[in-house]
């Protein structure tokens, strides 16, 4: 026994040393563990204006210089995510102007995967974000459409970890299935199992059984539409032929196209003398469109319709400079127009405030004012749907939030039962917290669900 406590008293400064090292090997680990964790930034979700998420610098030119070469903005997004440039796909939706809002939301949630898959959670959040804001707020969606958006983005939240996110995704989605007055019992049974899949997944498989066993006997709805139905075309008219302007246009057409195709010859090198000629022909379209818009512009020369339509038409054209002046296409295009950003912002509020005003006044010769106020909530939702989107800077939110809770009142107020009843219909509500301006689809008795 004395032989192994000398033995252990030789062995004590070894043993000393080793349990030394250990908790040293022990304090570097955490103190890497810490560094690592402290330099990751917090994800945030929510809103956010999506035109300043644009990265310049990751936009690839051949690709976001296809809709000024004429290919269609659906095109040339899709064509983006098959190159695997989700940044240019997310440029090319944020200054389009020929997109029906589902197919945008659509190629949101598209792009949105693929930020996933690249571990760019905050960037997808938002591609979700703007999906779930489309579905709540664009009047010019079926509801199934508005289902089928809600389901992806609470799916992508739920990818992302927005927790307040995906709450409100699943909620509009459930909101849909139990009081859309347009679902066929059909659409209902579909959209329940394919919600009650996400719910599993998100929530466990008890909590979507309980759902699913609440929810089936709202499949058996019919639809029952008590609203007429507004768009933006019914207030626009044809423009004038401009053959002067069409032949600029499709000039400019030629050379976009022409400076794709040698981009690609030269793999990004040289490409000078195509640039310029672009530019040059961007420059005298923008001369032509001035005089034009001018000309029209006068006294008695367009109808009210076709006032709208004109103005449509200078929003378009000013999402293509403003995406220019930021260097979005990937390439420098017209220099002067780099350094006229907020004057360009400032133009596009002007022509989104005077187009809205204009089918506002539209509204008074109606004659009838429970068409009236049906038009005001689309025209109210139109607002915030193209402030989300990023192509109407200026609107204020508070404002456009009382307009459209006003509207929804008196329109629900207009249906048997004030719109309580399941199958009754759906509708956007603003949804207020302390970090988040959120909009998701409410229905049923405005003093419980709103």
Not at 148 to 161: C, F, K, P
Not at 323 to 350: C, K, S
Request: some cysteine; aromatic content about 8%; overall charge negative.
């Amino acid at each position: 026994m004395r032989n192994l406590i000398a033995h252990l008293r030789d062995w004590q400064p070894y043993i000393f040393l080793a349990g030394a090292a250990l908790f040293l090997l022990l304090g570097i680990i955490s103190l890497i563990a810490y560094f690592i964790m402290s330099r990751q930034t917090a994800i945030v979700y929510g809103w956010r204006d999506p035109v300043e998420e644009v990265d310049s610098d990751r936009v690839r030119p051949d690709l976001a210089l296809l809709p000024l070469a004429g290919v269609s903005s659906e095109t040339a997004a899709r064509e983006a995510l098959s190159a695997g440039e989700p940044d240019t796909a997310f440029t090319i939706l944020m200054y389009a102007a020929d997109l029906d809002e589902a197919t945008r939301g659509g190629l949101f949630e598209l792009v949105g995967e693929r930020f996933v898959q690249a571990r760019r959670l905050e960037k997808a959040s938002l591609c979700f974000q703007l999906a779930h804001d489309l579905a709540a707020l664009s009047p010019d969606i079926t509801d199934m459409a508005r289902f089928d958006l809600s389901l992806s983005a609470a799916r992508g939240r739920l990818a992302v970890g927005d927790r307040v996110g995906l709450d409100l995704s699943l909620e509009q989605a459930e909101t849909l299935i139990r009081y859309s007055a347009h679902m066929q019992p059909a659409q209902r049974q579909r959209a329940l199992n394919l919600f009650t899949q996400v719910v599993a997944e998100a929530r466990g498989e008890r909590k979507a059984a309980a759902i699913r066993a609440e929810l089936r006997k709202f499949t058996m709805l019919q639809p029952r539409p008590e609203l007429y139905h507004f768009s933006l075309a019914s207030f626009a008219e044809p423009l004038p032929l401009n053959p002067d302007l069409e032949r600029l246009r499709l000039e400019r057409q030629q050379r976009a196209l022409a400076l794709v195709n040698q981009w690609i010859a030269l793999n990004g090198g040289d490409v000078g003398p195509e640039r310029a000629d672009l530019a040059e022909f961007l420059r005298r379209e923008e001369q032509a469109r001035v005089a034009w818009y001018a000309d029209l512009s006068r006294p008695g020369v367009l109808s009210p319709g076709q006032r709208v339509t004109l103005l449509a038409e200078q929003i378009s054209w000013l999402l293509v400079r403003l995406q220019a002046a930021r260097g979005a296409f990937g390439i420098e295009l017209v220099p002067e127009w780099e350094g006229n950003e907020e004057a360009l912002r400032d133009a596009l509020t002007a022509a989104q405030e005077e187009m809205f005003a204009l089918i506002w006044q539209q509204t008074a010769d109606l004659g009838d004012q429970r068409r009236a106020d049906q038009v005001e909530l689309m025209l109210v939702r139109m607002e915030l749907a193209d402030w989300r989107v990023g192509h109407y800077p200026g609107l204020d939110p508070e404002d456009r939030d009382r307009a459209l809770t006003a509207a929804v009142e008196r329109v629900r107020g207009q249906l048997p039962g004030g719109g309580a009843a399941p199958g009754s219909g759906v509708w956007p509500m603003p949804r207020l917290t302390d970090d988040r301006r959120d909009y998701v689809l409410v229905g049923g008795p405005s003093s419980t669900r709103d």
